[in-house]
Nanobody, 128 residues
Framework: QVELVESGGGSVQAGGSLRLSCPVSVYTTYCLGWFRQAPGKEREGVATIDTDGSTSYADSVKGRFTISKDNAGNILYLQMNDLKPEDTAMYYC????????????????????????WGRGTQVTVSS
């Protein structure tokens, strides 16, 4: 297992933007995604992408966030625009080793720890 390491988090005001990054070269054959967890809340799926480029987004981020990979497929990104205070959370880069398909909304259900690899997370804080 190669550790997933997220970067790009930070503190911004509402309406601002951030771009998260995560090297994923070892996991290019899996469904990849960004998940988040706010204090006192359950983990939730933000966006996923599969090997064919198909994507899924949580309703709360549609139109504001974009998941993508670089041309070589080695870096996973999450471009976050028009950030809102409710987006405040720890964001995790995740490689799913189950049979989830990134183009299906079911891929936004947080996977079990034994069927996925999770990074350590990067904090995103949005102030009003």
């Amino acid at each position: 297992q190669v550790e997933l390491v997220e970067s790009g988090g930070g503190s911004v005001q509402a309406g601002g933007s951030l771009r998260l990054s995560c090297p994923v070269s070892v996991y290019t054959t899996y469904c990849l995604g960004w998940f988040r967890q706010a204090p006192g809340k359950e983990r939730e799926g933000v966006a996923t992408i599969d090997t064919d480029g198909s994507t899924s987004y949580a309703d709360s981020v549609k139109g504001r966030f974009t998941i993508s990979k670089d041309n070589a497929g080695n870096i996973l990104y999450l471009q976050m625009n028009d950030l809102k205070p409710e987006d405040t959370a720890m964001y995790y880069c995740v490689a799913r080793i189950d049979k989830a398909y990134g183009g299906s909304p079911e891929s936004l259900v947080p996977p079990l720890d034994d069927s996925s690899y999770w990074g350590r997370g990067t904090q995103v804080t949005v102030s009003s």
